[in-house]
């Protein structure tokens, strides 16, 4: 088991900066990838950024391209999200999680992240 706990989320105004972070219980080596997905009120959960914990490639949802950066820190066992260019529609509650290479997914709670115009 893996429990993951997220922080760094709150209010800011369009076009400012934040930083996601999720802590994993354990070690991440061993998983294959680490992710952030955000669902806004009334929509379904999407995919946001992804990393693959071995060789750190990434991939991005078009709305998010240039403005987020995936990370992950091996050593510390978290993976983060830098997001910069803040846009009110980026508002929704942000969640990470762990995929192994079989069996299902981890997930954390999840983190509010507001945007204000």
């Known amino acids: 088991q893996v429990q993951l706990a997220e922080s760094g989320g709150g209010s800011v105004q369009a076009g400012g900066s934040l930083r996601l972070s999720c802590a994993a219980s354990?070690?991440?080596?061993?998983?294959?990838?680490g992710g952030w997905y955000r669902q806004a009120p009334g929509k379904q959960r999407e995919l946001v950024a992804t990393?693959?914990?071995?060789?750190?490639?990434?991939k991005y949802a078009d709305s998010v391209k240039g403005r987020f950066t995936i990370s992950r820190d091996n050593a510390k066992s978290a993976v983060y999200l830098q997001m910069n260019s803040l846009k009110p529609e980026d508002t929704a509650v942000y969640y990470c999680?762990?995929?192994?290479?079989?069996?299902?997914?981890?997930w954390g709670q999840g983190t509010q992240v507001t945007i204000s115009s």
């Open positions: 999680n762990l995929e192994p290479a079989n069996g299902p997914a981890w």
């Open positions: 354990r070690s991440i080596f061993g998983f294959n990838t």
């Open positions: 990393i693959n914990i071995s060789s750190g490639s990434t």
